[in-house]
Each structure stands twice: as C-alpha cells, then as structure tokens.
C-alpha cells in the first residue's frame, strides 16, 4: 500500500479529516498588497485561515470562497483604517 493509501486508510478508520485536498495557502490582496494565509482544513469540513505574519488575523468559513472573502474583511479591519497602513 502506497503513501496515499495509508493515509485514506486512516482518515477512515480514525475519522480524521483529509487534508490531502485542503489547499495549504491562500494569495489574496486587499488595498493593493498580497497577502497570504496558510489554510487548514476544519473538522467539521470547514476551513481556518491565518495571514502569515499578522497572528491576529485569522478567520474560518465553509467554503474556499467565502474563506478568501472574510480574509480580505479580517485584514482591512485589522491591518487598515481608512486606507492608511495601522500594521505591518
């Protein structure tokens, strides 16, 4: 049995999450710049994000393009205030 075999095995039996498909990172940009966000796959089949660098800033959502879309809210209210960098 292969690497990917023994994982599906395990996901199966221990009813884990498969994480082989959940993308790992996110790009997004908001007020010009990119972001990225490291993605992992909730339990419940959901998503969590984190902006890399900004540990205050991390959200959860259902699905790929909500998660992106309250990335960009999480970052404007953290990092941004009437377009004026508060944050690096």
């Given at each position: 049995?292969?690497?990917?075999?023994?994982?599906?095995?395990?996901?199966?039996?221990?009813?884990?999450?498969?994480?082989?498909?959940?993308?790992?990172?996110?790009?997004?940009?908001?007020?010009?710049?990119?972001?990225?966000?490291?993605?992992?796959?909730?339990?419940?089949?959901?998503?969590?994000?984190?902006?890399?660098?900004?540990?205050?800033?991390?959200?959860?959502?259902?699905?790929?393009?909500?998660?992106?879309?309250?990335?960009?809210?999480?970052?404007d209210?953290?990092?941004?205030?009437?377009?004026?960098?508060?944050a690096?």
């Open positions: 049995m292969d690497l990917n075999g023994v994982l599906a095995f395990i996901v199966a039996v221990r009813g884990l999450p498969d994480l082989r498909n959940a993308p790992q990172t996110m790009d997004f940009t908001t007020h010009g710049q990119i972001f990225t966000a490291d993605v992992t796959s909730d339990a419940d089949g959901g998503y969590c994000a984190t902006v890399r660098g900004h540990d205050n800033c991390f959200t959860e959502a259902d699905t790929l393009p909500e998660l992106r879309k309250n990335l960009i809210e999480v970052t209210l953290m990092l941004f205030d009437e377009g004026r960098t508060v690096k």
